[in-house]
């Protein structure tokens, strides 16, 4: 019997690949949706295509997906699969401008999980302290006209080879001539795509808003003016908390392959089902979805909704497929929300917002979202919106609603002060004078239903304990919900 190997391979710089060159418009959006289309394929490719040329099993492939693959392959094939992989690095630093890298390690199928682990990973790092790892023979080829403007031939074809070409096509190719490329409906090789679990294809989300015409997907802006309220678009993106954390902790290569495999079909299938649904098929547009992250676009109030639905579906997931794993690593999922305010904002500049608030998000605590200025726990984002429908329906009863919602803000921005000092008699005065106008403004109309709903508004806003329990000096905190059922109502009511 001839000795096993295993093969890990990785692709680094992926973030600042994507908002690299940010272009403005419909221009950035297509290169940004391309080079995430492309990422999304090659990694799965690749060590499919390696396995074709090498005339091997399909079964032979661990994992894919996410910018990452590991494959079980015969000792004699080392050298092949190193040369295979050297070509497509090389490939890899055109396309991706110098900012990827390709890096892969190899060790002997020899000892405990963790020890082979451990072998694979040091590799990779080693690797990745070397500057010119991954990169091999292209970094010293010879200066030609062709270089002049290396951008322009790999943008073109992230935005016109792919875009909506991927989003339609049943099949994706790839050929030895070009390595780190894949071509929808063409090549040496060929594999189905499909959102639903497929042994032979590739299984992938790509759902995309259609177009007012029915010819292709929306634009950003179209996703804008499809929003309740303020015609404004956001990025979504989401991150398993803990996840590499989980991986070193699997004891076998079984589990490692098991859990890997479990979190990338469950983004790719959730995701596309969930985006299908009537309340979100025309508003958002799947960007990616890897084997622990997702990024999705549209819009801004498609979105929170998304988000809410999405996280009780990965509870559930986890509280079925993981309760045999101790620990809460990987069980929980952190999302962040960032909105195009701006209209010369470029597409990669929001996708890149949403990146930092997800690590806001992320480093504040886990299992929470990022959203409209505040990081909220799961259970307080049911808080906010609760409350968001609150104002939203004495909006539609108060007189002046407009004024009523700014001095309503302008109240909740502010902390009080308890004990005695000037801010603290201003700041209880202020809120006894709001409730006595809103009292008179509402008169006698539906009084018990509106006392109800003013008692619990201010509660809300305060606490329901906050003020009596407070000692002379102290702070009372505001809650986070409100400020964002604030901004959520101002969004969903004004136009």
């Not at 499909?194 to 989300?205: C, E, V, Y």
């Not at 952190?334 to 470029?346: G, V, W």
């Not at 007189?399 to 000037?422: C, D, M, N, T």
């Amino acid at each position: 019997m001839s000795e096993q190997i295993l093969l890990q391979g990785r692709i680094l710089g992926i973030e600042p690949f994507l908002t690299a060159g940010g272009a403005q418009g419909a221009a950035g959006e297509e290169l940004l949706a391309g080079r995430s289309q492309w990422l999304t394929l090659i990694s799965e490719v690749l060590p499919r295509a390696l396995l074709r040329e090498l005339g091997l099993s399909r079964v032979l492939l661990g994992s894919s997906g996410g910018g990452q693959f590991l494959l079980v392959l015969p000792g004699e094939a080392r050298e092949t699969a190193s040369q295979f992989l050297d070509a497509a690095a090389g490939q890899f630093n055109e396309l991706g401008n110098g900012h990827l890298k390709l890096l892969w390690s190899v060790t002997e199928n020899l000892g405990d999980w963790s020890v082979v682990r451990k072998r694979l990973n040091e590799e990779l790092q080693r690797q990745r302290n070397i500057p010119l790892a991954g990169i091999g023979a292209q970094a010293f080829h010879p200066f030609t006209a062709a270089d002049e403007d290396p951008n322009s031939q790999a943008d073109s074809y992230f935005a016109t080879a792919l875009g909506l070409k991927f989003r339609e096509a049943s099949v994706i190719g790839w050929s030895p001539e070009s390595p780190a490329h894949v071509t929808p409906g063409a090549g040496k090789h060929t594999w189905s795509l499909s959102s639903n679990l497929s042994l032979d294809g590739i299984t992938i989300a790509r759902h995309a808003a259609p177009s007012d015409d029915g010819r292709g997907a929306a634009s950003a802006a179209v996703l804008a003016r499809r929003a309740q309220g303020q015609h404004l678009w956001g990025m979504l993106r989401g991150d398993v908390d803990h996840f590499l954390v989980r991986l070193r902790r699997v004891q076998t290569i079984e589990e490692h392959v098991q859990v890997s495999v479990l979190y990338k079909q469950f983004f790719a299938g959730e995701l596309e089902v969930l985006c299908s649904m009537p309340e979100f098929w025309r508003k958002v547009t799947i960007l990616y979805s890897g084997g622990n992250d997702f990024a999705i676009y549209g819009s801004w109030d498609a979105l929170i909704l998304l988000a809410r639905e999405l996280q009780r579906l990965f509870h559930r997931f986890t509280e079925e497929n993981l309760k045999d794993f101790p620990g809460p690593e990987a069980k929980t999922l952190s999302m962040a929300l960032a909105l195009a305010l701006d209209p010369d904002t470029t597409f990669a500049a929001v996708y890149e917002q949403a990146g930092r608030n997800l690590e806001l998000a992320k480093s504040s605590d886990k299992d929470c979202i990022y959203l409209l200025g505040r990081v909220l726990e799961w259970k307080r984002l049911a808080d906010a919106a609760e409350l968001k429908d609150t104002i939203l329906q004495m909006l539609e009863e108060f007189r002046g609603a407009r004024q009523f919602l700014a001095q309503l803000r302008g109240f909740y921005q502010k902390e009080i002060v308890v004990g005695g000092s000037p801010d603290a008699d201003a700041a209880i005065s202020r809120l006894g004078r709001f409730q006595r106008r809103f009292h008179r403004a509402l008169g006698n109309s539906r009084h018990r239903e509106f006392e109800k709903l003013r008692a619990h508004l201010v509660n809300e806003i305060v606490g329901r304990k906050a003020l009596p329990q407070a000692k002379p000096g102290m702070r009372v905190k505001l809650r986070p919900a409100g400020l964002v059922a604030m901004e959520w109502a101002r969004l969903a009511s004004e136009v």
